[in-house]
Structure formats: structure tokens, C-alpha cells
């Protein structure tokens, strides 16, 4: 969704005999530019309509429909700085680095318009590089919403360009923890595919799309439990959710991951251990320090809820 203040917009569309039949939300979605979850938003609140009619977003288009879209004004996004506790691993004059807790997005946006990672660091570190500014200063990788762990970012702009190149060339190497359904055939091993966005669902990333780039993931058992396997994972590249995607393409997805794989429980007699959110831990991130050339070498402890399934499953 565009931010920023913006004038009332309106746009009409007729479905062409050549588009294809797909469901309302994902066209308009993929036509206007916005999120999906936006364009579901106006569309229950009556901003789109087909044929002067409201329709469900699962509605399927049809040649000849006149779909009617009207974007609202919005307010502008801004960063301000908020009062919320953060472990800070590493930070000196141009970089820190904090292990982010899960359910924490890292920078603001339309359904998130406050207590991201950046509104918690500005109230503690004045100085980000401005590169990125106004919501995303110092900011060169993220991590998904229910992923825990490190994340480094730039205090100057200096240091923010040494670490584009260096994540480009692949020169910080980052590690995660992974919980996944069932168990895995070898020790370790390596997933090469190309990764895009889905055919079926633009929201979701996919190994079979139409417009994929290359993504290699390596991973090594750590522990095996009856119906999952704890794994030490690195990613050689940096794919939009390519540990999810590349290990649900596989057949394990992550546990708790409700958008890929969707294996949120698992059940042993009258036993059910739950995972409420994606068992994905960035625990170690090693580089050189893009400004003094320091070898560094950061890791962050499991958080408390990955531990307690551990425990759960080792039961």
C-alpha cells in the first residue's frame, strides 16, 4: 500500500476476454500494485465494486465485469520513537545489532504503524544511516514478523553501503535454528531452486513460479524427536521466506508456519504440543565489520517459546 497522504483515487477496469478467471482480490491486487490484505480491506468496506455491486474477494472475474476501485486518503506514515524494551547484542558508532523478539515487524508500514523495531530504536540510538529514511533508515535485511533473532543495521551511510555489498556478494554468512515437521532423510544436505512469487497467490513465495531467482539453502540435524527435527540452517542467498518455502517445497516445513505448511500442532496419543508461531530462530550472524574491518561473530539464545517446544517434544 502507498504511503504517504494522497488524494482520493479512482480506477475502472473491464475484464478482457483474455485475462484469466482468478479470484477478485488476487487481480485487483496484482493490477493496482497493493497488498492483497489492503485491497481485502476495501473490499469490505464497499470500495470496490463489480458491475456497481459489492462481491466477496474470492469472487472469480469474468469477461465483460467492470470492476469500480476507489482508494481512500490516508494518513502519512511517520517514525516516531517508542519506550519498548530491546536486547541490543553489538553497537558501536556505525552499526547495531539486536535480536529482535518474535512478533515484532521491523519497520512501519499500512497494518503496522507502531511498535516496530525502528520505533524501539529510535528512542535508544538517535543516529541511523539516512539512507532508507523516512521508515526504513539503516535498514538492509529484515526479518518475518514470528522470526526471532539477529538483525544488524546501519548507524551511517558509510557502513550501510559496506553492508549491501557485503549481503549482495554474500559475504555475512547467517544462521538460523529451525524447527520442522517430520524427519528429515540426511544428516545435512543443500536445497537449490529458484524462488518467486506464487502463481496461484501473490502473497506467497513459491519454488514453482514463472519468474523465480536462484536461492540455496544449507541445513544440518541437530536433533531428531518422533515427528520433527531441529536443524541448524544457513542461507547462502536471501529469498523473500526462502527457509519456509524451500522446506515446505521439501515436505517440512517449519513448525507453526500457518502460511507454508500449516502444520501449527503435532499429536501424540492424547498429547498435543502446539506452536503459535513460526519455530524460526536467526541465531548467529558472522561478517566483518563494514567500517573497521573487525571480524565479528554474534549469536542470540533460543527465545523462551522455542525452548519450551524443545522441551515438549523431547518428552
Keep these: 500500500m502507498p504511503s504517504g497522504a494522497q488524494k482520493m483515487k479512482k480506477i475502472t477496469s473491464t475484464i478482457k476476454q483474455e485475462d484469466k478467471r482468478e479470484r477478485l482480490d488476487t487481480y485487483v491486487s496484482s493490477k493496482s500494485g497493493l497488498s492483497r490484505s489492503y485491497i481485502q480491506r476495501l473490499l469490505k468496506n464497499g470500495l470496490i465494486l463489480v458491475n456497481s455491486q ?4 474470492s469472487y472469480i472475474i469474468r469477461q465483460g465485469d467492470v470492476i469500480k476501485l476507489t482508494i481512500p486518503d490516508e494518513p502519512p506514515l511517520t517514525l516516531i520513537p517508542e519506550d519498548v524494551p530491546l536486547d541490543i547484542v ?5 552499526i547495531i545489532v539486536v535480536n529482535k523478539p518474535p512478533y ?3 519497520y512501519p508500514s499500512a497494518g503496522h504503524k507502531n511498535g516496530t523495531l525502528l520505533n524501539a530504536l529510535l528512542s535508544k540510538c538517535r543516529k541511523l544511516a539516512s539512507t ?10 529484515r526479518l518475518d514478523k514470528e522470526t526471532s533473532g539477529l538483525i544488524v543495521l546501519a548507524k551511517d551511510n558509510a557502513a550501510y553501503s559496506a553492508l549491501v555489498k557485503k549481503f549482495k556478494e554474500r559475504e555475512i554468512e547467517k544462521h538460523y535454528l529451525a524447527l520442522l515437521y517430520g524427519k528429515l532423510k540426511t544428516d545435512r544436505g543443500e536445497i537449490s531452486s529458484v524462488i518467486g512469487r506464487s502463481v496461484s497467490d501473490r502473497k506467497k513465495m513459491s519454488t514453482k513460479t514463472r519468474q523465480g531467482k536462484e536461492a540455496v539453502t544449507r541445513f544440518e540435524v541437530i536433533k531428531r524427536f518422533k515427528s520433527a527435527t531441529l536443524a541448524k540452517v544457513r542461507i547462502i542467498t536471501g529469498r523473500t521466506h526462502q527457509i519456509r518455502v524451500h522446506f515446505a517445497a521439501s515436505g517440512h516445513p517449519v513448525l507453526g508456519d500457518k502460511t507454508y505448511g500449516k502444520k501449527t ?7 498435543t504440543i502446539n506452536f503459535p508461531r513460526q519455530m524460526l530462530h536467526a541465531y548467529s550472524l558472522k ?3 563494514p567500517v573497521t574491518g573487525e571480524p565479528l561473530e554474534l549469536t542470540a539464545p533460543l527465545p523462551d517459546d522455542i525452548k519450551k517446544a524443545i522441551e515438549e517434544l523431547s518428552d
Design 265 to 271: 500442532f503435532i499429536k501424540f496419543g492424547q498429547k
Design 287 to 289: 561478517f566483518e565489520h
Design 132 to 141: 532508507g529514511a523516512p521508515l526504513r533508515p539503516g535498514v538492509v535485511h
Design 90 to 94: 553489538r553497537e558501536d558508532g556505525h
Design 54 to 57: 459489492p462481491e466477496k474477494s
Design 104 to 106: 515484532m515487524v521491523v
